[in-house]
């Protein structure tokens, strides 16, 4: 192996693929953790394959910097050259979910619901930069410590942006699309396909099509009719198997129309899972994302906010914030409604969608609260403290911080309203 690729400093391989490898590095400059995939210089000078090989890496080194989203791997730096080339990405250690595909090993169908919705924000974010993945399959979904999934290995993607050129050769067979396997243009209706292949075998631990060669595979998904997931697996709920069925449509236009439609068809369904009593990522997702507030933040920036906050569930009657304690987190009621009080006095009633404890967190140092907040209902509620809303990108900041000084000013009005109405 060797000791260094440009400023990387090689620590362990951690994968090898027929074109090249990718090993755990640290930049010498920063000192950050990397994943650098480093192409086998033969492969550029194959005869058969190699300009094959040239334009995947080509195509994933021109994506460095570019793809900005929570649940895709973010890719730092990359030097192509004639004859070599390498890829700096982020270091996801946690696996991928292929782990999750075998029948010991499978996933709460709530989970699977889950995964799903973020596989269907990343994918978006990605169609709408113009490109489409064209390999998705567990491998390609990796996991953090935290069990955070990432999207990663776009060399096989088709940046229409760009233009370019489709190839039959990029992608895996068994879960390519009847357009793709036929060898017909793509576009994001593919990928969507490619994940619906992906939820059924997490969920029955079964591909839709298996063959003993790539000919009859082929013919299967183009022409075969797949299990229903309820026939392998009974404890799915009939809703879930339509949409995935919906998705796995052999015609794009038999799919859902959009990536938010199915990801809306998910978030419904995640709410009658397993997770009802804990708060699924979709509906922090979900109810930030309704936020008028927040409008100018995009699904990326939304998905920073949901991981950024602290979320639960809880019942009615529950103190939420206490007058005269210090504390400078700021907190979002996500669903239920609760009441703000000070010295007993009703001053509002707070619905779902409303941000309190603003005061404090603009004042900071652990400030004093100025008023009680109590459920009245079953609420969700996240909390946002000062560190965890520092750590958020720079454009992601100004936009929260310019909706949470429009809320304040919002409030400052209906205050001297008041004020107006006690004098006169």
Known sequence: MEKSVGKYQLDRLLGKGASSAVYLARDTFSGQEVAVKVINPDR??????????????????????????????TIYDAV?????????????????LSAYTSADTLLPVGEVIQTGFKCCSALDYAAREGIVHRDIKPANILLTADRMIKIGDFGAAYLQMQGGTQSLTIGSPAYMSPEQISGLKVDFHSDMYSLAV??????????????????????????????PLRELRPEIPE????????ALGKQPLDRYATWAEFALE?????????????????????????????????????????????????????????ERTNGDSLFFLAEGQAKVTQNGRLLHVASAGEWFGEMSYIRGDNAPRQATVESLTEVVIGEFDATALNALRERCQLHFSRALLSTVIERLILADERVAQIIS
Do not use: C
């Open 44 to 73: 550029f000078i194959d005869t058969e394959f190699g300009e094959v090989y040239r334009v995947q890496f080509q195509r994933e080194a021109s994506l460095a910097g570019k793809l900005q989203h929570p649940h895709i791997v």
């Open 80 to 96: 192509v050259t004639e004859f070599e080339g390498h890829i700096a990405m982020e270091y996801v250690s946690g696996g991928d």
């Open 198 to 227: 992906v939820l059924y075998e997490m969920l029955t631990a079964r591909k839709p099509f298996v063959a003993t060669n790539l000919l009859k595979l082929a013919q299967q998904v183009v022409y075969g009719k797949p299990v």
């Open 239 to 246: 809703a879930l198997e339509r949409a995935v069925m919906k």
């Open 266 to 322: 998910l978030a419904n369904l995640g709410r009658l899972s397993v997770f009802k009593k804990s708060v699924p990522d979709s509906d922090k997702f979900q109810a930030l994302r309704r936020v008028v507030m927040l409008k100018a933040l995009d699904d990326a920036e939304l998905w920073e906010l949901v991981h950024a906050g602290r979320w639960q569930r809880l019942p009615p009657r529950s103190t939420l914030i206490s």
